[in-house]
């Protein structure tokens, strides 16, 4: 376990797909218990640098990356890293839930703890009641676990992936628009889970809704056509930004 702060140090990121260069040289740190909102125009980059993040980037026929990215001092795109096992380091929940469909809300919580070879079922039984108490999900359905997790309304599924993103505990969670496809009430829990969520992880959100970024991150980082062009405390990003484009941005000039 590293001494700083940092749970995850990104030096340098690139990413290409094909001969286009999606990230340029994008360099930040995420710290212990934070929440950092990436926000920026469509196509500027956001989810393409958080699937670097999990090495799913890479696996799109054609791309590729450089740069660093250090979980806690370890280089995760060093040749010796298994993407697999990354993985179980940092989670990821996406914009449009996605539950497998075979499966029941139980499994579909457990199913990486089986993967790693888990087969105590009261083990298995105490991580599902732990993790869907964390999503916020378990009053809803601690009586119906066995039903499928496609059964469940879309709010609920989203908070069935993240429960089961939080089962084989990373220290690091990526959520990429999470909300987007959610109703207000739904993305109102979401956000209010976020909160709950920071007090144990390092949390990194893609959003398109600014509104959402001002109320729930602690950092947020401004993305343009690959770039950085500013990371900062949210409230000094909405508020006083020290570049135009930025502030462009965030008053609606552009985007």
Known sequence: MSESDNVLEV??????FG?????????????????TAIIGPSGCGKSTYLRCLNRIH?????????????????????????PVELRRHIGMVFQKPNPFPALSIFDNVVIGLKLQGEKRKDVLMEAAQKCLKKAALWDEVKEKLQKQGTSLSGGQQQRLCIARALAVNPPVLLMDEPTSALDPIASAKIEELMQ??????????????????ARVADFTSFLMLGELIEHGPSEVIFTNPKKTKTEDYITGRFG
């Not at 709950?196 to 970024?213: D, G, P, R």
């Open 58 to 82: 890479e696996e799109v026929p054609g791309a590729r990356l450089s740069g660093e990215a250090l979980l806690l001092g370890q280089n995760i795109f060093a040749p010796n890293v298994d």
């Open 19 to 35: 001969n286009f260069h999606a990230v340029k040289n994008v360099s930040n740190n995420y710290s212990r218990k934070s929440i």
């Open 11 to 16: 030096k340098n990121l690139n990413a290409w």
């Open 196 to 213: 709950t969520l920071k007090e144990e992880y390092t949390v990194i959100v893609v959003t398109h809704n600014m509104q959402q970024a």
